[in-house]
């Protein structure tokens, strides 16, 4: 004979355990993680605008378009929260995407955006809007 070693096969037993395993530390993963809710911040966006969570955007009064000076966005939404608490948000939220600003005024590059609180025929709603500067 040769001299080389004879492998035996692999223990089947030993395959299944080791995927077994893997399978139970991949769930504990899954389990462990917070779970996305689809009104969480991260999951709202009209366009590359964030919104807020708990508000309820009314789309029958919005639109959006792309002009030869750049991209007009208008958007309405119905919000509970405080005055103070959708400014903070945006403030934070406008922040992390690169926008300058506070409290109802934002800029970024060649456009700006607007938030504010408007009477409309549905009720007292909060206008977002994008356009250029």
């Known amino acids: 004979m040769s001299g080389l070693p004879i492998k035996s096969p692999m223990n089947p037993h030993r395959s299944l355990a080791a995927m077994l395993i893997a399978a139970i530390m991949l769930a504990t993963i899954l389990l462990a993680a917070p779970p996305l809710r689809a009104d969480s911040p991260q999951?709202?966006?009209v366009?590359?605008?964030p919104i807020?969570?708990?508000m309820t955007i009314e789309p029958e009064l919005g639109f959006?378009?792309?002009?030869?000076?750049g991209r007009?966005?208008?958007?309405?939404?119905s919000s509970a929260a405080e005055s103070d608490g959708v400014f903070a948000y945006y403030n934070d939220a406008l922040a992390s995407l690169g926008w300058a600003?506070?409290?109802?005024?934002w800029e970024r590059g060649d456009e700006s955006l607007g938030l504010a609180q408007v009477d409309t025929s549905?009720?007292?709603l909060w206008r977002?809007?994008?356009s250029p500067r």
């Not at 959006?64 to 000076?69: E, L, N, Q, R």
């Open 43 to 45: 999951q709202q966006w």
């Open 47 to 49: 366009g590359d605008l």
């Open 52 to 54: 807020m969570a708990g």
């Open 64 to 69: 959006a378009f792309d002009s030869p000076g």
């Open 72 to 77: 007009i966005v208008l958007v309405f939404a």
């Open 101 to 105: 600003g506070s409290d109802g005024s």
């Open 122 to 124: 549905v009720g007292r």
């Open 128 to 130: 977002i809007r994008l």
